[in-house]
């Protein structure tokens, strides 16, 4: 997580503030040094970890409860808020606070994964000893059913990559059912911070150099009062290219805590920055944060406060995660995404593709929306699209007409049923009316002839 200009707060911050060690910090020392897409790339042929093929759409968070607060009852509470996984942090981050975040995972039948500063830290040691300290390290959580990842690093130099892709060689030969867990810089992090010219170098070079399970970063995207940053969709339509290319699933962090000059988003907001990121082909969501993080003079308020207390986003975020995020999610997962267009935009931002009209959607009218399709390769007679509201603050009303090729279409409910949706006009120009709430967004299934 990056603050604005001047001024910085990432993950790697708070866990040096909380006592992470000195090892992560001095990693680079050590080391130096948008639309339509191509059909996806064939995934490698190794076993994917179990937290990217468990069905389950993951939600996961940034700062969990600290260690005197690492129990089976906080847990539940996590679980109840619809979340699937945990990641260390906030102090948990030894093996004493680790066993606590697993056995208390375990309980509430959540996967955790689990930060450990040998890992993290792993450049204090010599190179010729790596593989032995990562064999240790998973001896020791590997009884737990819940241990499912470990973090590696958060938003690294590109001058770490080399070693990030040695830890992550070592764990795929262990424990191939483990996800290395690395979080990369956004778009707005400045070169020196990447390492690179150019944030698609940055990309490039990671995936070239780790080899990677999966494509996360973060993007912290609402200022205040009311400001959204300029390059939001851009650091999307980049992340999304490259996880088509390379047959990667993207994961992303939404901004879930009032800091620095980012407000606390509304429940519409919190929808939005979900729905944007499932349009962009997001397989995976995290909340930054979930415990308000220290100290106060930075973070405000976030899911729970300082003091252990549920505020109103811990409500808004259940309910998205319960009742829609988890069940659309399931249906998003196995897709591909196929294209991603904007309509009615007035100042269109930086780097999006315009929507024009294709052979499922001819035309459009009405509010400004993301029309995001998917497919099944199995299936090429059906694209699934997803119609995502442009605004956070007001609501949309958008009539789609669909190409005549598209015989039906059905709308998913949430409660796991595809429902037919009555079409308006004449068979060769059918019209399909959408309203959507701010920040909202609904998903169809298309049948072509």
């Known amino acids: 997580m990056r603050g604005v200009v001047g001024q910085a707060v990432s993950r790697r911050s708070l866990l040096r503030l909380s006592g992470a060690g000195a090892g992560a910090l001095a990693l680079p020392a050590l080391w130096g040094s948008g639309g339509s897409v191509a059909q996806a790339a064939v995934a490698d042929a190794m076993e994917a970890p179990d937290l990217l093929r468990r069905g389950t759409f993951p939600i996961g968070f940034w700062w969990p409860p600290p260690p005197q607060e690492t129990t089976v009852a906080r847990y539940a509470e996590i679980a109840e808020a619809g979340f699937t996984f945990v990641t260390g942090g906030n102090g948990v981050q030894d093996r004493a606070a680790n066993e606590a975040m697993l056995t208390a995972a375990t309980a509430n039948d959540l996967a955790a994964v689990v930060i450990d500063t040998r890992i993290s830290g792993i450049a204090s040691y010599p190179p010729d000893q790596w593989s032995s300290v990562v064999a240790s390290t998973l001896a020791d959580y590997e009884h737990s059913p819940a241990f499912s990842g470990i973090n590696i690093q958060d938003e690294p130099n590109a001058g770490m990559f080399a ?223 997803l119609v995502t509201n442009r605004s956070f603050d007001s609501t949309a009303s958008t009539s789609l007409t669909l190409g005549p090729g598209v015989v039906r279409a059905y709308e998913f409910d949430t409660g796991g049923r595809y429902v037919p949706r009555q079409l308006d006009g004449p068979p060769a120009d059918r019209v399909l009316p959408v309203t959507l709430e701010p920040g909202a967004a609904r998903l169809f299934r298309l049948h072509g002839a």
């Open 163 to 385: 070693q990030i892709g040695t830890v992550t060689e070592l764990l795929r030969d262990l424990r191939p059912d483990l996800l290395p867990y690395v979080n990369l810089f956004p778009t707005y992090a400045n070169a020196e911070q990447l390492g690179t010219p150019t944030y698609q170098d940055y990309l490039d070079r990671y995936v070239g150099d780790v080899d990677p399970a999966f494509l996360s970063f973060d993007h912290y995207a609402l200022f205040k009062p009311s400001g959204v940053r300029d390059d939001y969709f851009y650091n999307w339509v980049l992340v999304r290219d490259k996880a088509l290319r390379t047959g990667l699933p993207s994961w992303v962090f939404i901004q879930a805590c009032e800091h620095l000059a980012y407000r606390l988003p509304t429940e519409a907001e919190l929808r939005w920055q979900i729905n944007v990121s499932l349009a962009y082909g997001c397989k995976g969501i995290q909340y930054f944060t979930y415990w308000t993080p220290e100290p106060p003079e930075v973070f405000q308020q976030a899911l729970i406060s300082r003091e252990g207390e549920r505020t109103p986003l811990y409500d808004a975020a259940a309910l998205i995660n319960n009742d829609y995020l988890r069940p659309v999610g399931r249906q998003l997962l196995p897709l591909t995404s196929e294209s991603v267009t904007h309509y009615g935009e007035t100042t269109p931002p930086m780097g999006v593709e315009i929507f024009h009209g294709d052979s499922w959607v001819s035309s459009a009218s009405g509010s400004a929306v993301i029309l995001s399709r998917f497919f099944d390769r199995p299936a090429q007679r059906l694209r699934w699209l």
